[in-house]
T-cell receptor, first 116, second 109 residues
Framework: DSGVTQTPKHLITATGQRVTLRCSPRSGDLSVYWYQQSLDQGLQFLIQYYNGEERAKGNILERFSAQQFPDLHSELNLSSLELGDSALYFC???????????????FGPGTRLTVL | GQQVMQIPQYQHVQEGEDFTTYCNSSTTLSNIQWYKQRPGGHPVFLIQLVKSGEVKKQKRLTFQFGEAKKNSSLHITATQTTDVGTYFCAGNAGNMLTFGGGTRLMVKP
């Protein structure tokens, strides 16, 4: 158990819909990362938040957005869903001490999104 | 932007054979991390290498960081069925950790 929690575990929805994925980082971790992993694919970095602010952006579609709340949990919003958005979405957290580069990332169990 | 390539993409080995995955970065890295993802699981941190030419061992796993800090390798000696999974390297340059595409290891008993 990494200490990172993600809900829901599974999500099945239809094209055109909007969903919200939730992540709670490990206690004390200020940074949250979101990744997308399609079937048999690598980890596509989407976005990173640090202490409530967006820190880095990867290959995140305009239909997707995220935020990190004052209690440090994060939500990833996916809208106008398409079949190709079906994937495993991982959240990871890290400590990132001030002035140091990316720290070890601890991954949550993931949310499996199926778009029908 | 920074790119991290990993080869091979897939590897089938007979139990007891050795296995190596290679990671190459387009830019010089400040450090490199390795993760393992079991089938159906999530990536789990294995190790971080920081120094040029660094070699670290974890039981049957040997990790190396190249002299130029642009490449790395993971070698598993005498694979076991428990080694099955996808191994990812992740290169740290600046403030960004970029994951390689992973090498999926399959072990035949």
């Amino acid at each position: 158990d990494s200490g990172v929690t993600q809900t829901p575990k599974h999500l099945i929805t239809a094209t055109g819909q909007r969903v919200t994925l939730r992540c709670s980082p490990r206690s004390g971790d200020l940074s949250v990362y979101w990744y997308q992993q399609s079937l048999d694919q690598g980890l596509q970095f989407l976005i990173q938040y640090y202490n409530g602010e967006e820190r880095a952006k990867g290959n995140i579609l305009e239909r997707f957005s995220a935020q990190q709340f004052p209690d440090l949990h994060s939500e990833l919003n996916l809208s106008s869903l398409e079949l190709g958005d079906s994937a495993l979405y991982f959240c990871a957290s890290s400590r990132i001490p001030r002035g140091v580069g990316p720290d070890t990332q601890y991954f949550g169990p993931g949310t499996r999104l199926t778009v029908l | 932007g920074q790119q991290v390539m990993q080869i091979p993409q897939y590897q089938h080995v007979q139990e007891g054979e050795d296995f190596t995955t290679y990671c190459n970065s387009s830019t010089t890295l400040s450090n490199i991390q390795w993760y393992k993802q079991r089938p159906g699981g999530h990536p789990v941190f294995l190790i971080q290498l920081v120094k040029s030419g660094e070699v670290k061992k974890q039981k049957r796993l040997t990790f190396q960081f190249g002299e130029a800090k642009k490449n790395s390798s993971l070698h598993i000696t005498a694979t076991q069925t428990t080694d099955v999974g996808t191994y990812f390297c992740a290169g740290n340059a600046g403030n960004m950790l970029t994951f390689g595409g992973g090498t999926r290891l399959m072990v035949k008993p």
